[in-house]
């Protein structure tokens, strides 16, 4: 992959916006990789193609090479509500996925269409607390949000968190989940190590939410629940050495794989950076997803650094005022 070109920002500041462009391109591979293997398990999927490691479509959508699901567009749609009033607003994002799910996507998930439904007919951007609600969902399209609040404190950062998230998902263990997983590539784009990211947000989760354990046992054929989907995330990220070789382990256990193959890419890709994304992943995305994931990761960027006071409090730029 190649650098962006014509930034005006300083080296520093060009190092954050290829991370995020990253972290962006890597989440619709994840989701283009991972639903040519949706809902097969581990087995059928070796069965079938040995490993699975190219992009070419199929599934049980019956998608084209390099078509994204609801993993993808649901992001883009709450980036641009972002863009759209500059700042984190509930009742914006709730349109922006009401008017999202009356385009027909391709995919969309139970606890999604019940919240945008309550939206639609209530007014009110938030679904009751529910103990049903601990899907995967919130985190699939969260990265807009770390990419946005990338300085902003950790309070802040996790009311735009759940701003967006109880949409459609109001439950601790789900909450939990997505801010660590903001956590993780906030700390990634600013270049902490692996080794940080372990001892700082996972550790942190785990110590509140010990049912995250994911070292006791692999975790294949992960489910939409948040805490099986991000088991199998953290493995695989923690477990490779580079972005291809997470992608691959990641989307080859089966179930979930679209999604957990493009929460896995948005904390890899923001963690090894864009020349680590392989060109034969990159080049075969749609070419309109990849182009409107290039430029929402800029723009939420440099938006978000343009930002003084985006949400309720004061920029904070030290990694210690970071959620951990």
């Given at each position: 992959?190649?650098?962006?070109?014509?930034?005006?920002?300083?080296?520093?500041?060009q190092?954050?916006?290829?991370?995020?462009?990253?972290?962006?391109?890597?989440?619709?591979?994840?989701?283009?990789l991972?639903?040519?293997?949706e809902?097969?398990?581990?087995?059928?999927?070796?069965?079938?193609?040995?490993?699975?490691?190219?992009?070419?479509?199929?599934?049980?959508?019956?998608?084209?090479?390099g078509?994204?699901?609801?993993?993808?567009?649901?992001?883009?749609?709450?980036?641009?509500?972002?863009l759209?009033?500059?700042?984190?607003?509930?009742?914006?994002?709730?349109?922006?996925?009401?008017?999202?799910?009356k385009?027909?996507?391709?995919?969309?998930?139970?606890?999604?269409r019940?919240?945008?439904?309550?939206?639609?007919?209530?007014g009110?951007?938030?679904?009751?607390?529910s103990?049903?609600?601990?899907?995967?969902?919130a985190?699939?399209?969260?990265?807009?949000?770390?990419?946005?609040?990338?300085?902003?404190?950790?309070?802040?950062?996790?009311?735009?968190?759940?701003?967006?998230?109880?949409?459609?998902?109001?439950?601790?263990?789900?909450?939990?989940?997505?801010?660590?997983?903001?956590?993780?590539?906030?700390?990634?784009?600013?270049?902490?190590?692996?080794?940080?990211?372990?001892?700082?947000p996972?550790?942190?989760?785990?110590?509140?939410f010990?049912?995250?354990?994911?070292?006791?046992?692999?975790?294949?054929?992960?489910?939409?629940?948040?805490?099986?989907?991000?088991?199998?995330?953290?493995?695989?990220?923690?477990?490779?050495?580079?972005?291809?070789?997470?992608?691959?382990?990641?989307?080859?256990r089966?179930?979930?794989?679209?999604?957990?193959?493009?929460?896995?890419?948005?904390?890899?890709?923001?963690?090894?950076?864009?020349?680590?994304?392989?060109?034969?992943?990159?080049?075969?995305?749609d070419?309109?997803?990849?182009?409107?994931?290039?430029?929402?990761?800029?723009?939420?960027?440099?938006?978000?650094?343009?930002?003084?006071?985006?949400?309720?409090?004061?920029?904070?730029?030290s990694?210690?005022?970071?959620?951990?």
């Amino acid at each position: 992959m190649g650098t962006v070109a014509d930034n005006p920002e300083s080296n520093k500041d060009q190092t954050l916006f290829t991370r995020a462009r990253a972290a962006y391109l890597g989440l619709a591979i994840g989701d283009a990789l991972g639903a040519t293997v949706e809902f097969m398990t581990a087995r059928e999927i070796a069965h079938s193609f040995g490993v699975h490691d190219k992009i070419i479509g199929g599934g049980w959508l019956k998608l084209k090479a390099g078509q994204v699901t609801d993993d993808t567009t649901m992001s883009l749609a709450l980036g641009q509500a972002i863009l759209q009033d500059k700042a984190v607003h509930a009742k914006t994002i709730a349109s922006a996925f009401d008017a999202w799910m009356k385009a027909k996507p391709v995919d969309i998930g139970n606890t999604i269409r019940r919240g945008i439904v309550h939206f639609r007919y209530t007014g009110i951007p938030e679904v009751p607390e529910s103990e049903h609600d601990a899907g995967n969902g919130a985190c699939m399209r969260c990265l807009p949000i770390a990419l946005f609040s990338y300085l902003n404190d950790c309070e802040q950062v996790i009311v735009a968190s759940r701003a967006q998230a109880h949409i459609t998902h109001n439950n601790a263990v789900s909450d939990a989940g997505v801010e660590c997983v903001i956590a993780m590539i906030q700390r990634a784009l600013a270049g902490q190590t692996k080794s940080e990211l372990r001892n700082g947000p996972v550790a942190s989760l785990l110590h509140a939410f010990p049912v995250y354990g994911f070292r006791s046992h692999r975790h294949e054929n992960p489910t939409g629940y948040i805490v099986e989907t991000l088991q199998a995330v953290f493995q695989s990220f923690f477990d490779t050495a580079n972005f291809k070789e997470c992608l691959i382990d990641v989307v080859n256990r089966g179930g979930d794989s679209d999604t957990t193959g493009a929460i896995a890419g948005m904390i890899a890709g923001s963690y090894y950076g864009l020349a680590a994304l392989p060109d034969e992943w990159v080049n075969v995305l749609d070419q309109g997803i990849r182009s409107a994931c290039e430029s929402q990761a800029d723009a939420l960027i440099r938006l978000g650094l343009s930002q003084e006071n985006s949400m309720s409090g004061t920029w904070e730029t030290s990694n210690e005022n970071r959620c951990t």
